[in-house]
């Protein structure tokens, strides 16, 4: 029997009151959206499931599931199209091989630790099952999309503590409006250029063709060492050396972290164009100083929520840019990915209880302002939502 938690928190979260980076004066280029949240693409919603605390065993718990449902309520029946590109494969995303077959995700977007992938995978299949009816055969015919990164630094990621409960309460707990980050569902474990991170997610509004567009963001980042750390291209690593995470226990430090990147947009875009999106990820990445190291898994999602009939029987239309009106839309990708992630990074709280006695300390918020100033980066802090 699996023994019970001492403390257990495991609900949809509201936003953290916890600073965003544009409110300590990091520089960003481009406009963001009202929420500067993948929220702010119409009908995407978010939710989180997160768990706290420690075993009946006295094992450390911090743990569990993001849900992203491209079209909220309607996403069990609504596809969307989209597509998907590893950087770097150390790592896993499911359902992958259908979306590159079909060009659509279906189902909503769960991201938790490595080992919870099946039972978070199976809960959101039965989800499915319960929601409404069944495809033409008669049965719900479901490969969802789960993807991981490892927490096994900070959580007792053998012990199994996600549970399929956790992951409807993700789904189900979905919203609109603001998203929490930092040390919240998937990203309540992880750890990025060692100091604690987890969920950040950022938007960009584009103006294509003479017509407005919104693409927004969501990261659950666990990758890279300190010393390649940028922000805003500063080098923030080379300066802020204390409590590195990996690099004081290693004689050789690699990079064996992970990032999960979700990519939506209103723009409509067919698969292969969501595609050439989804590898603009990468380039964001880059701008943190990550260089998508051999043990790191690197798996990015990218979807459109316009052409809702496109999967309705019958000759169908589909309504796209064309390719060369796109470049607007790479650039919001590159921006929104570097701000997520440094969100992720501002937004995440200090975890001193880990597994065995590890911790992972947050990125002080004084010395990071105090390295913009030095390099003439720091910009007068704009509201955030």
Same mark, same amino acid.
């Given at each position: ?65 993001? @849900?992203?449902? $491209?079209?909220? @309520? ?12 590893? /950087? ?6 499911? *359902? ?7 060009? #659509? ?27 409404? *009816? ?10 969802? %999309? ?15 503590? %996600? ?5 409807? /309460? ?7 409006? $603001?998203? @929490? ?38 990261? /659950? ?14 080098? %923030? ?64 999602? @990218? ?13 169908? #239309? ?16 590159? #921006? ?37 100033? /030095? ?11």
């Amino acid at each position: 029997m699996k023994p019970c938690l001492t403390l257990l928190l495991a609900l949809s979260l509201p936003l953290s009151a916890a600073e965003r980076a544009r409110d300590l004066g990091v520089p960003f280029d481009g406009a963001p959206g009202p929420l500067n949240a993948i929220t702010d693409v119409a009908g995407v919603t978010v939710g989180h499931s997160t768990l706290h605390g420690r075993s009946g065993a006295g094992k450390a718990i911090h743990t569990g599931v993001t @849900a992203v449902l $491209p079209r909220g @309520a309607d996403t069990a029946d609504t596809p969307v199209f989209g597509a998907w590109f590893a /950087q770097n494969g150390n790592g896993e995303m499911t *359902g992958t091989a259908w979306i590159e077959e079909s060009g #659509q995700v279906e189902g909503p977007i769960l991201l938790t630790n490595t080992h919870s992938v099946g039972v978070v995978r199976d809960a959101t299949i039965a989800w499915r099952v319960a929601r409404g *009816g069944a495809d033409d055969t008669g049965y719900w015919w479901s490969l969802p %999309v789960v993807a991981e990164t490892w927490d096994g630094h900070l959580n007792d990621i053998n012990g199994f503590h %996600v549970t399929p409960e956790h992951a409807v /309460q993700a789904i189900e707990g979905a919203r609109s409006g $603001p998203v @929490a980050e930092g040390n919240v569902g998937g990203g309540s474990g992880m750890v990025c250029h060692e100091f604690k991170c987890g969920i950040g997610t950022a938007s960009r509004r584009i103006r294509v063709d003479g017509a407005d567009y919104t693409l927004g963001v969501l990261v /659950q980042a666990n990758y890279g060492l300190r010393d390649s750390l940028l922000v805003a291209g500063v080098p %923030v690593g080379r300066h802020l050396r204390a409590d590195r995470v990996y690099s004081e226990s290693m004689e050789t430090p690699a990079d064996t972290g992970s990032i999960i990147i979700v990519v939506a947009t209103d723009a409509p875009l067919l698969p292969h164009q969501l595609k050439r999106i989804a590898k603009r990820a990468t380039m964001g990445l880059a701008r943190m100083g990550s260089y998508a190291g051999n043990g790191s898994g690197d798996i990015f999602i @990218a979807f459109s929520t316009a052409n809702t009939g496109a999967r309705q029987g019958g000759l169908r #239309q589909a309504g796209f840019l064309a390719n060369d009106a796109l470049d607007p839309l790479f650039e919001a990708t590159v #921006q929104a990915c570097e701000e997520a992630i440094v969100n992720s990074l501002v937004a995440a709280e200090d975890v001193m209880d880990g597994v065995d006695g590890r911790y992972a300390k947050a990125i002080e918020h004084a010395a990071l302002v105090d390295l913009l100033k /030095q390099y003439r980066r720091y910009r007068k802090p704009t509201k955030t939502p």
